[in-house]
């Protein structure tokens, strides 16, 4: 995974369909980290060029707007990325995976393939906010915990919960306006 500013991950023999590889390798999808293959003998590496860009496993989230804003920059690419003829569901999404450039505020994903027997988006997703929950200090942790609530119980569109998030960010903003 992500090491000395090298991220790279061990891909096991048709983990990822080959017009994925096309794509994800062209630079076309500039969302999702850019990826080169190396072959080796029972399957291949994938490389990804990080340059600007640092794991969220790396940043202290303390703050519910910085959590959302994150979030609804990594939603916002899963609704794209189906353009591309990439799943959302197959996409392993993580503070490992999702990485952030501070200095411009862009988000990108490396694409890894969920290998897991039954990829679930939902469950991927939940997963992702309560790892974005886990350092927040500013007691307003409830936003993220409505989120997880709305993607887990519904099945709603990318589109719905990319709006419920910005709904979440707005009224955040309204309770620190009125508090300061």
């Keep these: 995974m992500w090491e000395n500013n090298d991220f790279r991950i061990k891909l ?12 994800l390798s062209s630079g076309q999808c500039d969302f999702f980290m850019p990826m080169g293959f190396m072959g080796e003998g029972d399957g291949e590496t994938a490389c990804y060029d990080c340059s600007g860009f640092v794991p969220l496993s790396s940043y202290r989230i303390e703050k519910t707007e910085d959590a959302l804003y994150l979030l609804e920059r990594t939603l916002i690419i899963l609704g794209k990325s189906v353009e591309y003829l990439i799943s ?91 508090v300061n």
């Design 12 to 23: 096991s023999e048709n983990s990822m369909m080959e017009y994925e590889k096309v794509m």
């Design 88 to 178: 959302p569901y197959r996409i392993t999404l993580n503070t490992n995976t999702v990485f952030y450039n501070k200095d411009t505020g862009q988000v990108k994903i490396a694409y890894v393939p969920n290998q897991s027997e039954n990829p679930d988006l939902r469950k991927n997703l939940v997963a992702f906010i309560g790892q974005l929950k886990e350092e927040i200090r500013d007691g307003c942790e409830e936003y993220l915990t409505e989120t997880a609530k709305y993607i887990y119980y519904k099945n709603y569109y990318i589109k719905d919960v990319i709006t419920k998030v910005a709904l979440f960010k707005r009224k955040l903003y309204v309770k620190d306006a009125v």
